[in-house]
């Protein structure tokens, strides 16, 4: 079976243009192990391309390339022209479909990709914290925290926590019930990270109740009461006025509002 090697150049990593590469070459089960893919990365100057342009007109290879600095872009086009060589612009017509779509013009800095996924990972891992210190499973997140969340049940700790890892913060949540002491760490933590939210009584038992009967159980439990309630309403103002944090009302809120309180004030 013919040997088929395709080229692949990048001035940066040049993992972009080879996972193009093999995912076309995946799409020919007969030749696809004859099929070479080499990679061509940094490439910054004409030298470089001259060396790719001999090796792929000697074996009639495939050029396949993600050059984003258009002088060298427009030496590659050129060369593969004037050598008939099979060439393939994976981000060139890309880039120039925005720049008219966008009526803005490209920054053509290579690597810039690996800023947006530099991002993702920042994310993923702010999601996956907020999972790990989700109500006060390990108090030793909260020292690790970018944010620390302070309530009774029911105030929407978890999905506050997952919506600003979404932002990328840090967050960790910390319930608190009068029969257990609240964790030593949160004594310990800057004050300006920790937010208590707090909550109406009559909001918080109709919350409950309604939690109660979405799990089949009777709406008059103990955990729904107003005086147990106002038992823990009490103790959370204990608790938050030793730790001198902010307190968010979140009776009307809904996460997305409680969110901005807190990002516009990191963020100040």
């Known amino acids: 079976m013919k040997e088929v090697s395709v080229y692949v150049l990048s001035d940066s990593v040049g993992e972009t243009a080879e996972l193009v590469a093999k995912a076309c070459v995946s799409q020919f089960r007969q030749s696809r192990n004859s099929i070479n893919v080499k990679r061509f990365p940094y490439v910054e100057d004409t030298s470089n391309i001259d060396e790719v342009i001999s090796l792929a007109k000697d074996d009639q290879g495939i050029i396949v390339y993600t050059l984003v600095k258009p002088e060298i872009r427009s030496y590659i086009e050129r060369q593969i022209k004037i050598h008939g060589i099979k060439g393939h612009d994976v981000v060139g017509p890309i880039v120039s479909s925005l720049q008219l779509s966008c009526e803005e013009d490209p920054i053509n800095e290579p690597g810039m990709v690996h800023d947006l996924d530099e991002d993702y ?20 997140g909260i020292l690790k ?53 707090k909550i109406s009584p009559d909001k918080l038992n109709h919350i409950r109740k309604e939690r109660l009967i979405a799990l089949g159980l009777n709406d008059d439990a103990t955990y729904a009461r107003m005086d147990r309630i106002k038992e823990e309403l009490s103790h959370f103002e204990n608790v938050v006025s030793k730790i001198k944090c902010p307190v968010i009302d979140v009776t009307n809120k809904a996460v997305e509002e409680t969110a901005n309180i807190i990002l516009n004030d990191v963020l100040n």
């Open 145 to 197: 925290a970018d944010i620390v969340l302070v309530g009774v049940s029911r105030t929407s700790k978890t999905p506050l926590s997952q919506y600003l890892a979404h932002k990328r913060l840090k967050v960790a949540n910390v319930p608190l019930v009068p029969e257990v002491d609240p964790p030593s760490e949160l004594f310990k933590v800057d004050p300006s990270k920790c937010y208590g939210l």
């Open 121 to 140: 990972f920042k994310k993923i891992e702010a999601i996956e914290f907020a999972v790990k210190y989700d109500d006060g499973r390990d108090p030793r």
